[in-house]
């Protein structure tokens, strides 16, 4: 695979990464269970916006063919998106919406901790300022995760219930394929086993003392790195597109 | 003749839009400044402070309004990524400033102790006690936190250290 073409479906990924989860994240505006929270998870929603605009900027320089991080992000259809199909969970009860943030923040930060190291410079460039960020994100999902378990009895239930339905889902965000050893021989990516150790090491020790179970590792769902989604992503690309496809080429 | 160092001058009435007391220079945003002494062509480099910060766009677009309303014929503001900006380049003047208005500045480099998951010691802008509590990691907009003074018992928003 060419080197070029590996790289823009990289960016894609990250962009549709960080960009799906916030606006999940973002679905929570004015209905947090309390200002504060209503507060982090925006937060965390622009932040990952931020992040978004980044990689897709990126992807469509890579790309070469004029597209722009607007055109990448509301002018592709489901199949056309390419992230891991936890992020496109719907929002289920808080305890749901924190365990799917968790997991992809002990995923998210020790991957950005490894990029900043990548040989392409706007790639490290963009961990540099990611990371930080990150660090804010697992330390208020952890939090919760332990608030949850070692809580009520009924919260207890629902952060294990959570655990158990996303689960399934984690097992993308450590596969490989030719896009991701492409750019890994050219030192442009990391390598996932510390990754993997590190996320491990962080679910671990989270739940040990939230009092929660880690689930087995059984059915790994896949499919989102090759365009195929759960039905959920669908839906909420209708919402999130329907200005742009309504009034192409509308602004502010 | 535009100068760098008019340039510069004019760069201090450029403020942060979210925080208006202080200027984009005293935010550390700017990192670097070039002019054409010829043509008069202003590059101003800017790197943004978070992220997904939505001020930045502002702040391009009213450092562009500043300078080509004060004469300057040609301005480019350049966004770059690298090196990542840190709560350490927000100058003295600029953190005095800061406190005045109630927001506690951020610790010299106390991002080891956010890396490690602690919480850094505050000071209240009011009272000046040491005895507070941060409420929540998320404030009023990405760059700050939530706290409280547990002596005077005003809340108040601090800078996050980067
Ligand atoms: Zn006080």
Known sequence: MELNEALFQFCLRRGDDTH??????????????????DMALTNRALDLLGQARNYLQYAGQ??????????LAYLRN??????????E????DYAHTIAKCFLFDAWHLPFLKAQLDSKDEQLAAIAGKAVKEATYHLRHSSEWMVRFGDGTEESH??????LHDLWTFTGELFETDEVYTTLQQAGIVPDLGPIKEAFDRTVNEVLAEATLKRPEDEFMASGGRKGQHTEHLGHMLGEMQFLQRAHPGAQW | MITKDRILELLDYVKDPEIPVINVLELGVVRGVEVDE????????????YTGCPAMDVMAADIRKELLEAGVPEVEVKMSLSPAWT??????????????????????????????GEDPV???PQCGSKNTMMLSPFGSTACKALWKCNDCLEPFDQFKCL
Not at chain 1, 89 to 92: A, C, I, T, V, Y
């Open chain 1, 62 to 71: 890579v790309e070469g063919k004029g597209r722009s991080e607007d055109d």
């Open chain 2, 38 to 49: 010829e043509s008069g062509r202003a590059v101003v480099t800017i790197t943004p402070t």
């Open chain 1, 78 to 87: 489901e199949r056309g998106y390419v992230n891991c199909k936890l992020v």
């Open chain 2, 87 to 116: 709560t350490d380049w927000i100058t003295e003047a600029g953190k005095r400033k800061l406190k005045e208005y109630g927001i506690a500045p951020p610790e010299k480099t106390a991002d080891i102790r956010a890396l490690k």
């Open chain 2, 122 to 124: 505050v000071e209240c």
């Open chain 1, 89 to 92: 969970q719907p929002n289920g």
């Open chain 1, 157 to 162: 239930q629902r952060a294990q219930q959570a």
């Open chain 1, 20 to 37: 799906v989860l916030s606006h999940r994240l973002g679905e929570w505006c004015g209905h947090g269970p309390v200002l504060e929270e």
